[in-house]
């Protein structure tokens, strides 16, 4: 990105960790918006597609799952139930840990949300045509299946 004083240094425009993140800042900022005209955040998105990808599960697994924090998770749980999109009941097994299940109307809102994001993706990638796309797709996730949690 170039600045009223020019262009950064040569150094930081080669270095892929210093593009990566320009890129992430960007593709957050579209998904960002996207959700919000929906009334919602990435977490919420994230908890209802693994909902609905995996089925009923603690409140801890979907943490591990999603990577959503233990704090966070309870938030986002009870925004989502306030809302009629996720239903918790307590575990039959466990009384001390809820199962968290989607709802019909979760469902109808992850597939309006899914509509969102895929017009976000298409603004973020506009510059690229599809085979790039692809490509793309391919390299980040090798370097993020890589690096797992090796960092996390």
Do not use: C, W
Not at 16 to 42: C, E, I, K, M, Y
Not at 116 to 144: C, G, M, S
């Amino acid at each position: 990105m170039d600045t009223p004083e020019g262009p950064p240094p040569q150094r930081l425009r080669t270095l892929p960790s210093r593009l990566t993140n320009q890129a992430a800042q960007t593709a957050n900022r579209f998904v960002d918006q996207a959700l919000g005209q929906a009334g919602v955040r990435r977490y919420h998105y994230a908890l209802l597609a693994a909902l609905e990808e995996y089925g009923p599960a603690s409140q801890a697994a979907l943490g591990r799952r999603t990577g959503i924090d233990r704090s966070d998770m309870v938030a986002t749980v009870n925004d989502l139930a306030e809302r009629r999109l996720l239903e918790r009941a307590p575990d039959p097994d466990d009384r001390r840990r809820n199962i968290i299940t989607i709802t019909a109307a979760g469902r109808s809102q992850l597939t309006d949300l899914d509509r969102l994001l895929a017009a976000a993706q298409d603004e973020f990638l506009a510059p690229l045509p599809a085979a790039d796309r692809r490509n793309l797709i391919d390299l980040l996730t090798r370097l993020v299946t890589h690096h797992g949690d090796k960092h996390a």
